[in-house]
């Protein structure tokens, strides 16, 4: 008997996503259709405000869908616990919190708890795991030190090095470039790609998202604008409707299609519907 695929790591159906509580409540996305299937790494892409993060934090779990659902491995992602979750899900948020007063070793083995049974310390395969990632991310020597006194670029990479140790099937990142230099944003990046898990970034440098994204989901006004290959989604006539701003596209040397931004741009504060 033919065995069935695997159902795709994450899939969304009638997807609205909504912020804030009661009266407060706003719905910032609606009908967002996304599947990410093992292995891929998905770039949401698009304007400042455009929902990128509340979308993320509705992939992770944080937030509940408005309307419709996130599936995880096929199973409803509300109906998990929350150490279900965690043992399949990490987010990289953009700003750390609560970490601050811990060493980096200490954060990083944090990132161990979901596997962890109830009063249950971390044995000395934890830490390997936890060592091994700090390796991996190029912060081992930080060890000792306390979060709090690292760089922004430094403290970015010790919380990729614990959702890495917390050996997650999916990984969540918003703007881990952030506060990096160039060379680390590649180096990073080189790392997610390398490890092969299923991984969704947002990122706002594009042409990032095209050198180390399968596919791009590209979030303005409300809902995804476009979706599918980089070079597709990175079209100049979306991107100046989008952002405002003219882009050529040139072949970098390695073959991939890079853009290059035009220096006019429309003022961001014009609505759309007025831009020249
Ligand atoms: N808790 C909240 N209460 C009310 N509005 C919120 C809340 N969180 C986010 N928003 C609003 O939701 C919209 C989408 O925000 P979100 O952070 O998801 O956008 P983003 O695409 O990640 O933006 P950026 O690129 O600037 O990080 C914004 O208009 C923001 O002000």
Do not use: W
Not at 167 to 179: I, Q, V, Y
């Amino acid at each position: 008997m033919p065995t069935a695929d695997p159902p795709p790591v994450l899939h969304t159906f009638g997807l609205d996503c909504a912020v804030g509580a009661g009266r407060g409540r706003r719905v910032i996305l609606r009908d967002v259709a996304l599947t990410v299937a093992a292995g891929e790494v998905v770039g949401l892409i698009g304007p400042n405000g455009g929902g990128k993060t509340t979308l993320l934090r509705t992939l992770s779990g944080a937030l509940p869908p408005a309307r419709g659902q996130v599936l995880l491995h096929g199973r409803p992602l509300h109906r998990l616990t929350a150490r279900q979750t965690a043992r399949e899900v990490a987010l990289v948020a953009q700003e750390p919190s609560g970490e601050l007063a811990l060493s980096v070793a200490e954060t990083v083995l944090l990132g161990r708890t979901p596997h962890l049974g109830m009063l249950q310390r971390q044995s000395r395969h934890d830490e390997e795991i936890a060592e091994r990632a700090l390796r991996e991310v190029g912060v081992h020597h930080l060890a000792p030190q306390e979060v709090s006194s690292l760089s922004g670029g430094e403290r970015q990479r010790v919380m990729i090095a614990r959702a890495l140790a917390q050996e997650a099937t999916c990984l969540l990142l918003d703007e881990p470039t952030n506060h990096l230099d160039i060379g680390f944003q590649h180096q990073v990046l080189q790392l997610l790609r390398g490890l092969r898990i299923t991984t969704v970034v947002v990122l706002h440098d594009l042409n990032l998202a095209a050198r180390y994204c399968d596919r791009l989901l590209l979030l303005d006004d409300g809902g995804v604008r476009a979706s599918g290959r980089p070079d597709d989604v990175l079209a100049p006539d979306l991107l100046d409707e989008v952002y405002g701003v003219g882009a050529d596209p040139v072949a970098a040397s390695d073959g991939t299609a890079q853009l290059l931004f035009r220096r006019e741009a429309r003022p961001p504060s014009t609505p759309k519907e007025h831009r020249p």
